[in-house]
């Protein structure tokens, strides 16, 4: 079974502040992707990462740098000097590999980050 | 480039009536998907298509939940009778090539439906 567990319901900063959202994620698969959405007040989910499971080097755009540990299984999204704009739902979501044609994707809870001006 | 089109954005029923979402994806995307988004839950996959066939449907309640893509371009996906448990936001996603591989899905601004 999968899990992936965003433990932090909602976080509230201020402007310029660094975030760190969690993710922690359960699953036997041994390939595995992970992603980072963004869930804005208009509803759409914005893709904002992949990972692979054993690509486990760090990434950096822009403000945005996600940690993946595959020995602690987590996959954690940091937002370097916030801005109000970065205020939204952001959802970290794990999908298994192909079988039988499709994959069912799991998506953590979200956690909704609340940027304060 | 047009994004997922979804219609209505907003749709308030009495349960055990009948609802009907339309979606239509990004021009060319072969596959489509169905997500239902219960309040401060992530989005539950129901249904999932390559062009006008199903790939996987094994979480949807097809008891009420039925979905179809007929010419392998827009879907819908209806609720016969509505239980006060399906409010939720539905959102229809679409992504390019065979199976969704390696390719990421473009989400729609979703349909939020109130059972009442």
């Known amino acids: 079974a999968q899990k992936v567990t965003q433990a932090q319901t909602e976080i509230s900063v201020v402007e310029k502040e660094d975030v760190t959202l969690d993710c922690v994620y359960e699953?036997?698969?041994?390939?595995?992707?992970l992603f980072w959405y963004k869930q804005p007040p208009s509803g759409e989910l914005v893709f904002l990462i992949r990972?692979?499971?054993?690509?486990?080097q760090n990434e950096i755009s822009g403000r945005y740098s996600w940690n993946f540990q595959k020995s602690t299984s987590s996959f954690n999204f940091t937002i370097t000097a916030s801005q109000v704009v970065d205020s939204a739902v952001y959802f970290c979501a794990l999908r298994p590999p192909i079988s039988g044609g499709s994959y069912i994707p799991t998506f953590g809870r979200g956690t909704s980050l609340i940027v304060h001006p | 480039e047009a994004g997922v089109a979804q219609s209505p954005r907003y749709k308030i029923i009495e349960k055990r009536q009948s609802v009907a979402f339309w979606c239509n994806p990004i021009s060319g995307h072969a596959t489509l998907y169905w997500y239902q988004q219960i309040l401060g839950q992530g989005p539950k996959l129901l249904i999932q298509?390559?062009?006008?066939?199903?790939?996987?449907d094994s979480q949807l309640p097809k008891d009420r939940f039925s979905a179809e893509r007929l010419k392998g371009v827009d879907s819908t996906l209806k609720i016969q009778p509505a239980k006060l448990e399906d409010s939720a936001v539905y959102l229809c996603a679409s992504s390019q090539g065979q199976l969704g591989r390696n390719t990421e899905a473009f989400f729609g601004q979703g349909t939020r439906l109130t059972v009442v």
């Open positions: 298509f390559q062009n006008n066939g199903v790939v996987d």
């Open positions: 990972r692979n499971s054993f690509d486990e």
């Open positions: 699953t036997r698969d041994t390939t595995y992707y």
